[in-house]
């Protein structure tokens, strides 16, 4: 047994089995008190023990002092953001030491020519996740990080799980997830508003910086899991997650409809036969299950169906069931030009003949009148010169 005594007197007493070294027992403290090991300095007879010290080597009592973290300048804060930033572990570990506070950020940075665009809420957390440090993350955790910790790039912000998520870091966003990061949390990815999931599905590129979506990776179905998992919410709905661009349906942050705009069909199927599945299935024929169907599978289809992606239609058909035309008003009225639409007359409209012809044998109703000028799935396939949708529709 080991018995380790603090300032005040207390004794801590810990098995040695186990224990490799003074780090290991550091380690074994900080899960048991939790103390980051960066700030604890383990005694004998007065003299400061190095991490690698055996515990063999050991007697059986020492004594524990914790530090206060040390008073660090602008200059030294940056210092560590930008060792974060750069996956340089040794030189975080050794600031770590001093010890300084791994959540300080910089009252105002402009002007100070270290690391990555400056900015006053950035966390040297934020920049290892960003660029996927996973050991940098791991040991920034383990000197009690906020796992929340803000961060930015050029174009784009917010807390670490959200940009681990969209640059497709899945060991980060093990870690943190594993840390108890927020799985609601929000960014802002250019312009758009995001959170966990959907940064996941959409993918953004912070090194392109090109500024738009490009999609799953091929570690966003693992992402995608462990969120889900940990708890967060497919069927949530955040206000700040609705479009806000007045005139198209390009960008809806709800996971479902995120999934449904870009074509990603696997990732669909996994919202849906999971956490989804799951929510229609104990609410079905329920106020819940008609809201469900009404603020997530409703606006999916009208997605789907204007961008022309038959497998995910068929897919949402089988969730959404006999509603279909209840997809009318399914997109935010203020916030989209065509809040009225279906999917049968979103299909019409842009010539997608197949997609028209299984919403058809879905029993969608082709005479569903959309929008206060009485248009129709007919009238608009007609005015817009598409032949074959004319046929499938007269013949329904």
Same mark, same amino acid.
């Given at each position: ?6 300032? =005040? ?40 023990? %190095? ?18 973290? =040390? ?5 030294? +804060? ?6 974060? &930033? ?12 001093? #010890? ?68 497709? %870091? ?5 870690? @943190? ?35 738009? #979506?490009?999609? #799953? ?21 955040? !206000? ?14 709800? #996971? ?7 074509? %990603? ?33 409703? !606006?999916? @289809? +009208? ?18 069931? =006999? ?36 919403? @058809? ?17 007919? =009238?608009?396939?007609? &005015? ?8 499938? @529709?007269? &013949?329904?």
């Amino acid at each position: 047994m080991l018995h380790i005594w603090t300032v =005040s007197g207390e004794e801590v007493v810990i098995e040695k089995d186990g224990l490799s070294d003074v780090r290991a027992v550091k380690q074994h403290l900080q899960r048991k008190r939790a103390l980051s090991r960066f700030r604890v300095r383990l005694l004998q007879d007065g003299r400061d023990l %190095h991490d690698d010290c055996a515990v063999v080597a050991l007697p059986d009592g020492l004594q524990m002092v914790v530090l206060p973290f =040390s008073e660090a300048s602008d200059e030294q +804060v940056l210092e560590f953001i930008s060792a974060a &930033g750069d996956g340089n572990l040794a030189s975080v570990g050794e600031i770590l030491k001093r #010890p300084q506070d791994p959540n300080r950020v910089v009252a105002d940075i402009r002007g100070f020519p270290f690391g990555r665009p400056p900015h006053h809420s950035q966390t040297a957390l934020a920049a290892a996740s960003d660029e996927g440090y996973v050991e940098v993350v791991r040991m920034l955790l383990e000197a009690s990080a906020n796992p929340d910790g803000y961060g930015v790039g050029r174009d784009y912000e917010g807390p670490s799980l959200v940009l681990a998520a969209g640059s497709g %870091h899945i060991e980060v966003v093990r870690l @943190l997830v594993d840390a108890r990061a927020l799985t609601e949390a929000v960014s802002n990815f250019w312009g758009t508003v995001v959170d966990p999931i959907v940064a996941t599905i959409q993918g953004h590129d912070p090194v392109g910086n090109t500024g738009r #979506p490009h999609g #799953p990776g091929a570690n966003s179905m693992g992402m995608v899991q462990i969120l889900l998992e940990a708890g967060a919410d497919p069927a949530s709905i955040t !206000p700040a997650l609705v479009p806000h661009n007045p005139a198209s349906v390009d960008h809806d942050a709800r #996971p479902l409809v995120a999934a449904s705009q870009g074509g %990603h069909l696997e990732v669909a199927r996994l919202l849906l036969e999971s956490s989804l599945a799951g929510y229609v299935s104990a609410t079905q024929g329920s106020a819940n299950s008609e809201h469900m169907q009404r603020r997530h599978l409703a !606006p999916a @289809l +009208v997605a789907a169906s204007s961008r022309g992606y038959v497998e995910m239609i068929r897919l949402l058909v089988q969730f959404m069931g =006999s509603a279909l035309d209840d997809c009318r008003h399914a997109m935010p009225k203020a916030r989209t030009a065509v809040p009225w639409t279906t999917p049968l007359f979103c299909a019409s409209r842009f010539g997608h003949v197949g997609i028209v012809s299984l919403l @058809l044998g879905a029993r969608a109703d082709p005479d569903t009148v959309c929008g206060d000028d009485g248009l129709t799935a007919l =009238s608009v396939a007609a &005015g817009d010169g598409h032949v074959e949708i004319v046929r499938l @529709l007269l &013949g329904s």
